[in-house]
């Protein structure tokens, strides 16, 4: 008879003097009948539950690469270095792109210009008023009162032309200075720094600078043979045990279930969400998968008998 583990435990710890394993062979199967019954209650066995080889991924992979061409100045992180979204990776050169935004601020802060516009529409101004009442006395001609209205009226376009020339002045500097960012490598995730491919002084021209991996959350995949087909469903939630860290279970849920059994290997893919907001998991260790039904047995068929053809329309 096989017996379960706890009951070889007990069954060891209970040799003592009057026990029934003294009392005959008979006595001896009777006891070891009811011991085998209890431990079974006490420790329900999970040898029957549906358990999967499965292997920990990053969710992502990312290669790092500049939208400029330009050579590499510094590097701000190292391999296996934690980094988050928006972190600056790395920095290019970029003297004639700060030299631009420098050019830019001074045309913005250059309000001369205005103040010299501004001046002379007071002036204008008054001088108009002034032809306006000789005007009136009969002391100008028309001529002249005509040509301080006119020169008024330029003055106000001239004003207004060097405002919007400010204005533009405003933008231009914005522009420079999203050059200029351009040149400051950011990290696009959360995640960690796999490997580096540029040293400093390279052109990064048509290349990777970095590769960043998504650690959280995690990905698991599994290969599950053909009987466990409609078994396993999306949004179930299986208990993951990874080989690092050990003797630790975390919970993932299922995604996505392969719509397709590849023939050759009778097997198809199941893609499970693992969250790792600690980052107490690593990728690329193996695990096992145990979901909440009983392992089907192997070989088993999908169909107990051939389904009646249907004829879809």
């Not at 969710?59 to 100045?73: A, D, W």
């Not at 914005?174 to 400051?184: F, P």
């Not at 590769?211 to 290969?223: D, F, G, H, T, Y």
């Amino acid at each position: 008879m096989n017996y379960p583990e706890p009951y070889l435990v007990l069954a060891e710890k209970s040799p003592s003097r009057g026990s029934p394993r003294n009392t005959g062979n008979g006595a001896w199967l009777l006891w070891s009948f009811v011991l085998w019954l209890s431990s079974a209650c006490l420790f329900p066995s999970q040898a029957s539950a549906a358990e999967l080889d499965c292997l920990v991924k990053p969710e992502m992979y990312v290669e790092v690469s500049s939208s400029v061409v330009s050579v590499l100045e510094e590097i701000l992180v190292e391999t296996g270095d934690v980094v988050r979204k928006g972190q600056p990776l790395a920095k290019l050169e970029a003297s004639v792109e700060k030299a631009r935004v420098k050019m830019a601020q001074l045309q913005v802060d250059h309000v001369s210009d205005i103040e010299n516009r501004k001046v002379q529409l007071q002036y204008k101004k008054l001088n108009h008023e002034r032809m306006q009442q000789l005007r009136l006395k009969k002391s100008v001609p028309q001529f002249e009162a005509d040509k301080a209205k006119t020169e008024y009226a330029l003055a106000e376009l001239e004003l207004a032309k060097s405002r919007e020339i400010r204005i533009m002045a405003r933008a231009n500097l914005e522009m420079e200075k999203s050059q200029l960012a351009l040149r400051t490598i950011r990290s696009p995730i959360d995640g960690i720094v796999v490997d580096r491919y540029a040293m400093v002084g390279e052109s990064v021209e048509a290349r990777s600078i970095l590769k960043l991996a998504k650690i959280n959350p995690l990905k698991v995949e599994l290969i599950a043979p053909t009987e466990y087909f409609g078994l396993i469903n999306k949004g179930m939630v299986a208990e993951i045990y990874p080989e690092r860290p050990a003797n630790r279970t975390f919970k993932a849920t299922v995604t996505v279930v392969d719509k397709l059994i590849d023939p050759a290997s009778g097997s198809f893919t199941v893609r499970m969400t693992l969250p790792n907001p600690k980052d107490i998991l690593v990728g690329g260790v193996n695990c096992i998968a145990r979901f909440a039904f009983k392992a089907p047995a192997p070989g088993k068929k999908l169909y107990s008998s051939v389904p009646s053809a249907t004829v879809v329309e």
